[in-house]
C-alpha cells in the first residue's frame, strides 16, 4: 500500500511541475502575423471544427494552408475536433472561423493548457507509471525513483507544457506499444504502436524496431506453424487501424494523397532552424543545400540513416528481446535524428523516450543524454522566453536522478555495459582499462561546455556578422554529444549477447 502512496505523491508532483510550467509563456506569445505552434494548435481546432473533413487538408480561401496548414496525421485532426467541440461550448469566439485567427486571453490559455494536461494524465503518465512498476530486478523503491526520474524529464515538459505542444499524446501511445510487444501482448501493442504514428508521423522514428522485435518473434515461433498466424494476425492489426483511421480520406484517390503531401513535405528541405543533427552542423563549413540538388539530399540522408541503423535492426530481429528492443528503440531514433531528412529539433523527444525506459540499466549515461537532450532545444526554448523554467526544471530533474540513482558511482565497466566490449578490446590491446575514466571525463566535458553555452548565450550579444552563432554552437555541441551517444548505444546493442553469456558463466 506504502508504494501507491508513493508512486501517487510522485504522479502528483510530476502534475505540479507541469502546471507550473504551463504558467509561463508559449510559443508565438503575442507575435503576429504568424504567432506560433500554440497558435497552430488552435487554428488546426478552428480547421476541424468549421469545415468538412474533404477540406482539412487543402488550401482554400477558408483554409490558407501557409497559415499553420494541418500537417499531422488523422487522429491529431481528431483530437483537435475533439477540443474544438469542448471549446465551442465554453466559448465559440475561440474558435470562429476567421475571426479567431490570433486569439490570445488568460482564459483560452487555461484552456489550451489543461488540453495537454488532460491528454497527458489519460495516455502518457499512465503508461510510465506501468513501465515503472513492471520493472524486474530492482527494488520498490527504486521502481518509484524511475517513475519519478521519467516525470520530472524537462525536455519533454518544457515542449508541452512551455513552447506548447501534445508530444505527450504520441509518445504515450508508443510506451503503451513498448509495453504490449514487451509483455507479449503484441496485438494490443502493435494497435497502440499504429495509433501512435497515425497521430504523429514522426513516431515513424521507432517503426523499424517494432518491426524487428516482432518479426523476429515470429521467427522464433516458426513461420510454417503459430509464428505464420502471429504475422497474419499482427498484419491484419496493421492494416485494420490504419485503415479506421483513415477512412473518412478514402473516398478519393486525391484526399489521401494530398493529406501523404502534407505529412511529408520533402519540399521544405533538409532541416529546419538549428537543429542538433549532422546536416546543420555539416553546413556550418559545407553548404550541402546548395551543393547538391534536392533529390541528391534526400538519396543521401536516406542512405545514412539506413546504413546507421541497419545493423541494431538486423540484430534484433536475429535475437529479439526485450531489453535489446529498448535500446535498438535509442539507437534507431537517434539515427533518424541526426540522418534523416527534415529534421525539427523537438524530434529529439523521440529518442529521449527510450532512454528514459532504459533509466534504470544505465543511468549515468541515460541521465547524461537527457540531460544533452533538453540542452540542444535551448535557442527554441529561449525564442519562447523558457530560460528560468528550463533552468530550474533541468535542475530538478539532475539532482532526482543524481541521488535516487547515484548515478556518479555507476560508472564501471560492468554498470556502463561495456565489460564486453573492453574485454574483446583488450585482446589486441591489453593495457585498455581507461574507457569508465574516458567517459568521466567526457561528462565533465560536457556539462562545463553546456553551462558556458548557456550563459553566454542569456549574457552576450552576438557578433553582427554572426547573429545565428551561439544557436550554431549549442546545436553542434549537442550533434557532437549525440553522435557519440549512437557510436556508446550501438556498442551496447552489438555486445550485448556476450555480456548476456558472461553473466550466465558468473552465476
Not at 523554467?389 to 540513482?405: D, E, G, K, Y
Not at 549549442?474 to 549525440?482: D, E, H, W, Y
Request: hydrophobic residues 50%.
Amino acid at each position: 500500500m506504502e508504494k501507491w502512496y508513493l508512486m501517487t505523491a510522485v504522479v502528483l508532483l510530476g502534475l505540479t511541475v507541469r502546471w507550473t510550467v504551463s504558467l509561463n509563456s508559449y510559443s508565438g506569445a503575442g507575435k503576429p502575423p504568424m504567432f506560433g505552434d500554440y497558435e497552430a494548435q488552435r487554428h488546426w481546432q478552428e480547421i476541424t471544427f468549421n469545415l468538412p473533413i474533404k477540406q482539412w487538408y487543402f488550401n482554400s480561401s477558408d483554409n490558407n494552408l501557409q497559415y499553420w496548414g494541418l500537417d499531422y496525421p488523422p487522429l491529431t485532426a481528431y483530437h483537435s475536433l475533439l477540443c474544438a467541440y469542448v471549446a465551442q461550448f465554453i466559448n465559440p469566439d475561440w474558435i470562429a472561423l476567421h475571426s479567431s485567427r490570433g486569439y490570445e486571453s488568460q482564459a483560452h490559455k487555461l484552456f489550451m493548457r489543461a488540453t495537454v494536461l488532460i491528454a497527458d494524465l489519460l495516455i502518457y503518465i499512465p503508461a510510465v507509471v506501468l513501465h515503472c512498476c513492471c520493472l524486474k530486478e530492482i527494488s520498490t523503491k527504486k521502481k518509484i525513483a524511475n517513475a519519478l526520474c521519467i516525470l520530472l524529464y524537462p525536455g519533454l515538459i518544457l515542449i508541452d507544457y512551455g513552447h506548447f505542444q501534445y508530444n505527450s499524446v504520441s509518445l504515450g501511445l508508443a510506451l503503451w506499444g513498448v509495453l504490449g510487444v514487451s509483455c507479449d501482448w503484441d496485438l494490443l501493442g502493435s494497435l497502440a504502436f499504429c495509433l501512435a504514428v497515425n497521430y504523429k508521423q514522426m513516431e515513424l522514428y521507432h517503426s523499424l524496431p517494432f518491426f524487428g522485435f516482432l518479426l523476429g518473434k515470429c521467427f522464433k515461433k516458426g513461420l510454417k506453424g503459430k509464428g505464420f498466424v502471429l504475422f497474419v494476425k499482427l498484419a491484419g492489426t496493421v492494416v485494420a487501424s490504419f485503415t479506421l483511421c483513415w477512412l473518412p480520406f478514402f473516398t478519393e484517390r486525391a484526399q489521401a494523397l494530398q493529406v501523404l503531401r502534407r505529412l511529408f513535405p520533402v519540399d521544405r528541405g533538409l532541416f529546419e532552424d538549428k537543429v542538433a543533427n549532422i546536416w546543420c552542423s555539416v553546413s556550418v563549413f559545407l553548404k550541402i543545400k546548395d551543393i547538391l540538388p534536392h533529390h541528391v539530399q534526400i538519396i543521401v540522408s536516406f542512405c545514412l540513416t539506413l546504413l546507421s541503423l541497419l545493423p541494431a535492426c538486423v540484430k534484433l530481429t536475429l535475437q529479439p528481446s526485450p531489453k535489446a528492443f529498448r535500446f535498438t528503440l535509442v539507437s534507431c531514433a537517434l539515427s533518424f535524428f541526426l540522418f534523416s531528412f527534415q529534421v525539427h529539433e523537438k524530434s529529439i523527444l523521440l529518442v529521449s523516450l527510450p532512454v528514459c525506459l532504459v533509466l534504470s540499466e544505465i543511468p549515468f549515461m541515460s541521465t547524461w543524454f537527457l540531460l544533452v537532450s533538453t540542452f540542444s532545444m535551448l535557442p527554441l526554448l529561449l525564442k519562447d522566453d523558457l530560460l528560468m523554467p528550463s533552468v530550474v526544471t533541468t535542475m530538478a530533474f539532475f539532482i532526482a536522478c543524481a541521488t535516487s540513482f547515484s548515478i556518479f558511482e555507476k560508472t564501471s565497466e560492468e554498470e556502463l555495459r561495456l565489460k564486453s566490449f573492453s574485454v574483446s578490446v583488450r585482446k589486441h590491446l591489453p593495457r585498455f582499462t581507461f574507457l569508465p575514466r574516458i567517459i568521466q571525463h567526457l561528462f565533465i566535458i560536457s556539462v562545463i561546455t553546456m553551462v558556458l553555452l548557456t550563459l553566454m548565450t542569456v549574457t552576450l550579444d552576438p557578433p553582427q556578422k554572426l547573429p545565428d552563432l551561439f544557436s550554431v554552437l549549442v546545436s553542434s555541441v549537442s550533434c557532437l554529444n549525440f553522435l557519440f551517444f549512437l557510436v556508446y548505444f550501438n556498442i551496447i546493442i552489438m555486445w550485448d549477447s556476450k555480456d548476456g553469456r558472461n553473466q550466465k558463466k558468473i552465476h
